[in-house]
């Protein structure tokens, strides 16, 4: 089966900097990538969406200032965490998918990284 | 705005039935998926339901979705050691690549023996 991962599995970092965490889809092409974030004993909440080559949309109250999204290439997405504060402590998981969404196929679906533990100190 | 809802555990004995529940809000829901996550791995797709079905079964794995109560369940039959992980019920307004998907909080699943 399609396989994403995710780099770095956990970071610790100290207030005020900033975090990248990589997205890869490694045996298949991503033109849509999704960033959710998981809270303890919470469900995955999606951040945004990015499509390959396109600005992300954020859904609503996700500050795209803070929470940068660059999807430059088809196997590639980025999530950096700008001034990173204690409150975006958090889980952070990707998926990726090779469709539209047009047809119901099996690889029409969406493929989960093993997510990035963030810890800001 | 949607909402996901499930329980937090289930406990089952070796070699019995699991039943997973799941209720949901969105009307417009039209597919609705389980995934199951294991420890240090991705979300990994279990089996989904279209909306204008009410059962599917996969090999244990059986779904019931009653559209009207918003009510989706996972049975899993015979349910062994592997099956110990957490589950996510999830839905979506189009089939899973398209858009962002809606989850519960997940059910863990322990497994007595």
């Known amino acids: 089966g399609a396989v994403v991962s995710q780099h770095p599995s956990w970071v610790i970092c100290k207030s005020g900097t900033s975090v990248k965490i990589e997205c890869r889809s490694l045996d298949f092409q991503a033109t849509t990538m999704f960033w959710y974030r998981q809270f303890p004993k919470q469900s995955l909440m999606l951040m945004a969406t990015?499509?390959?080559?396109?600005?992300?949309?954020?859904e609503q109250g996700v500050e795209k200032d803070k929470f940068l999204i660059n999807h430059a290439s088809l196997t590639l997405s980025t999530l950096t965490v700008t001034s990173a504060h204690p409150e975006d402590s958090s889980f952070y998981i990707c998926?990726?998918?090779?469709?539209?969404?047009?047809?119901?196929?099996?690889?029409?679906?969406?493929?989960f990284g093993p997510g990035t533990r963030l810890t800001v100190l | 705005g949607e909402d996901v809802e499930q329980s937090l555990f289930l406990s089952v004995r070796e070699g019995d039935s699991s039943v997973i529940n799941c209720t949901y809000t969105d009307s417009s829901s039209t597919y609705l998926y389980w995934y199951k996550q294991e420890p240090g791995a991705g979300l990994q797709l279990l089996t989904y339901?279209?909306?204008?079905?009410d059962m599917k079964q996969d090999q244990r794995l059986t779904v019931l979705l009653n559209k009207k109560d918003k009510h989706l369940s996972l049975r899993i039959a015979d349910t062994q050691t592997g099956d110990s992980a957490i589950y996510f019920c999830?839905?979506?307004?189009?089939?899973?690549?398209?858009?962002?998907?809606?989850f519960g909080k997940g059910t863990h699943l322990i497994i007595q023996p």
């Open positions: 339901i279209f909306s204008n079905m």
């Open positions: 998926s990726a998918s090779s469709r539209s969404g047009l047809a119901e196929t099996s690889t029409d679906t969406q493929y």
């Open positions: 999830a839905e979506g307004a189009r089939w899973g690549g398209a858009d962002g998907l809606t």
């Open positions: 990015s499509n390959e080559g396109s600005k992300a949309t954020y």
